[in-house]
C-alpha cells in the first residue's frame, strides 16, 4: 500500500491472513513508530478488527491469530467477530492463541458447525463450550493446547464431531482444565500427541484418567507427568511410538508396543518392566532416551534379546550439570540377542562416557553384530581425554568387516572417520 497505490486494495482479497503476535517485539521501528509497545499492542488489535473488516476475499483459506500477554484488554475489539467472518468466508485453516491477562474467552459457536475447516488449532485462554449440535465434518487435523474446557461433555462433544479426525494433539499444564476423565474416542485417528505437565505446587499427583478408544490409531507420542492411569480401548495396531512420563498404563496399552517398528522411550523404572515382559517381534528402530541416573545395562539387553529384527539402535544420555553418576551393573548374557547376529546395522551413542561398564557394553555389541554398518559416538561434553576415548574404541574388535566407526566431539564440531580395513 505504501509502495504503490495502485496495491492499495490488492490485499483484500488474498486468501491467507496471519497475524501471530507473541507481544515482544526488539526496540526498533515498531517502538519508534508507536512510542511503546503498549500502544503498539493496541494498534495491533484494531489493526486485526479493521483489516478483518475490509477483507474482501469470497474464500478464506486460513486465519491465523496471535494475542501476547502484553495484549491490552480495554481495547473494544470483539475477538468471536474474526471468527464469525472466517466461517462465513469458509476458512479451511483456524490457528487462534490467545496469551492475554485476561479470563478464558469462549469462542462462538459457529466455530463448531463449520463443514469447510480441516485444521483448527486453539491454544491458551480458550474456553472449550461444545454446543449439542457440533458438527466438523471435513476437519481432519485438531490442537488442543493449554486450553480450558466447560466440562467432560464438552470435550466428547468436540470429538464426537469430528467423524474424519486424522491427527489429534493434546498439551495439558494443570488440574484447572476442567476435565478428570480424559476420554479420547476417535475412530479414524491415525496420529495422537498428547503432553501432559504438572507444576510442583500441585501437590500429590494422579486421580485422573486417560482413555484411548482409537482403532485405527498408527502414531502415539506420550508425555505424561501426570500419574494419572492410562488405558487403551480397541487394540490399535501402532507403528510408532515416543513413551515418556510418569502414566501408569494398563496391560493393553503396553501390549500395544508389541507391534511398533520405530520406538522412542524415555527410561525410568516403569519402562523397565516393559523390555522383559514385551515381545517386540516387529520393532526395527529404537531410541533410549537416559535423563535421570538409572542402572540401565541389564534392561537394555532385556530389550535386545526381546527385539530380534531390531536394525537401529540409539542411546541418547542427557548430560545434567553437577549430578551424581551412579554405578552401572554389567552382566554378559548367556546367548547372543538375535537381532546383534542377523540384523542390527546401525549404532548411535550420545554423550558417551567411556565407564567401564559402557566399554563392556560397546565390545560386546562391537563382538556380536555380524552385520553392523555403523557406529557413531558422540563424546561426553565434560570428558577431559576425548582423544584417548577415541583411541579406545577404535581398539576394540568389531566382528564386522565393513563397519565404520564415527566420533564427533559436540564442543569442536569436529568429525573423525575411522574405516576397518
Not at 104 to 127: A, G, N
Not at 206 to 217: F, W
Not at 378 to 392: G, I, R
Amino acid at each position: 500500500m505504501i509502495l504503490s497505490k495502485r496495491w492499495r486494495y490488492i490485499w483484500t482479497m488474498v486468501p491467507k491472513l496471519d497475524y501471530l503476535n507473541d507481544g515482544i517485539h526488539k526496540v526498533g521501528f515498531l517502538d519508534f513508530l508507536f512510542g511503546d509497545r503498549d500502544s503498539y499492542q493496541r494498534w495491533f488489535l484494531r489493526f486485526i478488527d479493521e483489516s478483518l473488516r475490509v477483507h474482501k476475499a469470497p474464500v478464506l483459506e486460513k486465519l491465523a491469530i496471535g494475542l501476547g500477554p502484553r495484549c491490552p484488554v480495554d481495547v473494544n475489539v470483539d475477538v468471536g467477530k474474526w471468527i464469525e467472518k472466517a466461517v462465513n468466508r469458509k476458512v479451511r485453516e483456524i490457528e487462534f492463541i490467545l496469551r492475554w491477562s485476561a479470563e478464558h474467552t469462549s469462542l462462538p459457536k459457529i466455530l463448531y458447525t463449520c463443514d469447510t475447516l480441516v485444521f483448527l488449532s486453539l491454544s491458551e485462554k480458550i474456553l472449550v463450550d461444545v454446543p449439542s449440535l457440533a458438527c466438523l465434518p471435513s476437519l481432519e487435523d485438531l490442537e488442543l493446547h493449554s486450553v480450558v474446557y466447560k466440562d467432560e461433555d464438552s470435550l466428547a462433544r468436540l470429538l464426537s464431531s469430528c467423524p474424519n479426525l486424522n491427527y489429534l494433539s493434546v498439551e495439558r499444564r494443570d488440574l484447572q482444565d476442567n476435565v478428570k476423565l480424559f476420554n479420547i474416542k476417535a475412530p479414524l485417528l491415525e496420529s495422537l500427541s498428547y503432553e501432559y505437565v504438572r507444576s510442583h505446587n500441585e501437590g500429590n499427583i494422579g486421580g485422573g484418567t486417560l482413555v484411548i478408544d482409537c482403532p485405527a490409531l498408527k502414531e502415539i507420542s506420550i508425555a505424561d507427568y501426570s500419574g494419572d492411569s492410562c488405558f487403551v480401548e480397541n487394540n490399535p495396531h501402532l507403528d510408532k511410538a515416543f513413551i515418556s512420563g510418569f502414566c501408569n498404563p494398563d496391560d493393553k496399552f503396553v501390549a500395544c508396543l508389541s507391534s511398533v517398528i520405530d520406538l522412542e522411550l524415555v527410561l525410568n523404572f516403569a519402562t523397565f518392566a516393559w523390555f522383559n515382559t514385551v515381545n517386540f517381534y516387529q520393532l526395527l528402530e529404537c531410541k533410549i532416551n537416559i535423563v535421570d541416573e538409572v542402572d540401565w545395562l541389564e534392561p537394555l539387553m532385556f530389550l535386545l534379546q526381546n527385539s530380534p529384527n531390531l536394525k537401529v539402535l540409539s542411546i541418547y544420555k542427557t548430560f545434567i550439570q553437577n549430578a551424581e553418576e551412579l554405578p552401572l551393573s554389567w552382566n554378559q548374557p548367556s546367548s547372543v540377542p538375535e537381532c546383534l547376529a542377523t540384523h542390527l546395522e546401525i549404532f548411535e551413542w550420545n554423550e558417551y562416557g567411556g565407564r567401564n561398564e559402557e566399554k563392556e557394553l560397546v565390545k560386546y555389541i562391537f563382538a556380536n553384530s555380524k552385520f553392523l554398518k555403523r557406529a557413531g559416538f558422540s563424546l561426553k561434553s565434560t570428558s577431559q581425554n576425548k582423544k584417548k576415548m577415541m583411541e579406545e574404541l577404535e581398539s576394540m574388535s568389531r566382528i564386522s568387516s565393513s563397519s565404520q566407526l564415527i566420533f564427533s566431539t559436540q564442543l569442536e564440531y569436529m568429525c573423525v572417520l575411522y574405516e576397518k580395513k
